[in-house]
């Protein structure tokens, strides 16, 4: 028995008490090595733990239901082979299995969110509606700024769906020298229109932006033509999402290949806040405090509504008394990229002017004891300190 390997099977037993498919996987990979290294009884030992995990997660009534969709194709599980680049061996997809996959929809406005729902159901009704042959939307571009939650709201929609996600890689695709990149194409949708998946193609731009070089003219048509070629592949095999946030580098042919197209905006004031006190929890701060947070990120995305609200739960844990304003001023000068910057210039430039902008919203409608109590001050000396303000600004 080699060392330690009695911890390692307890840690794995533990593990799959409560398995999902990245558990499984990750046992597999132990296993297989231990295997090859002619650890047979040790891998042995683990092969069981897996069987038996396996067996109980097959009859969990959540997995029985999952799949709506008519399944044509073979099934995906953790042991099947992703295709790889011939020469470099790099892998040119990743698998994701729902259990892997982020169980809530991304916070967007109500008619996006009401919109994208009408889909899924749809999508989720797939079996009665093609038994009428009204075939649903089977592919759908999702595009829109950094950091929207494009990529979460695709897995999520795979989720809903009930299939494994293949992620094609497609830098990893591109990567290679051109002359293999149409083949590594027709391998992965070959890949993906044999198992029962959802065809991911996150970063689509990646192809786009190639025709940039002029020297690669010639081939770069002959990649985009193998897309054409590919997406026309799919119908009917599965699903396709592309995910982009250089809309405008897509060729129009391959806009047209996609029957829905997504566009995510970037949080509305309503939705900043909502997603601020999503992230923010453990951490409970009042109404008006993130109101004030959610003026400061005008412009930003959700990721760094996430950035964010990191940073201030760093500060606030381990500084219970810290000043709010402080701490979004540390934060608009340590991330300027993320800050508006008419919002920035004038919040480090002075309480009086960073006082009056807020005031001055329209769209947030700041109330004078909200501002008060976040700059630490009564209301009567900020009406003093708005008063001196006023009065210097007229000299
Ligand atoms: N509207 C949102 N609701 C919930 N989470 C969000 C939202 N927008 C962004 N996020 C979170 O921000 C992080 C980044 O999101 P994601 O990777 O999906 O963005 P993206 O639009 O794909 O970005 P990129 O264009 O850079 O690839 C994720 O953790 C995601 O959950
Ligand atoms: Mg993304």
Redesign the pocket.
Known sequence: MIKYFNIIQALSRTALANPNEAILHQIQRLKDSLEKDGHNKEAKSLDGLLLSSKYSMDMSPSKIQKSFVITRGESLTVKTPTPVDKETSTPLAEIFFPLDM?P?I???DDNIQLAIQSIVNEWMKFDQLSEINAMPASSCLIY??????????AKWIAKQIGLPVVLARLEGLMSSFLGTTSRNIGNLFAFANRYNCVLLL??FDAIAKLRNDPQEVGEVKRVVNTLLQSLDSRHEKGFTIG?T?HESLLDPAIWRRFDIQIE?PK?SPE?MVH?LG??LKPLEFQENEIKFLAWCLEGA???D??ILSKWFKRAFVLEKENSIVDVMRQFALLNSGRVNIHKRNIMLHSDEDFIAMLLNDKIYSFKQKDIASLFGITPSSLSKQLSKYKDSEKN
């Open positions: 982020p809530e991304p916070l967007l829109g700024a950094p950091g929207t939650g494009k990529t979460h709201l996150d970063e995910v946030n995510i949080p939705v997603l999503k992230f995305s959700g990721a509504a996430k």
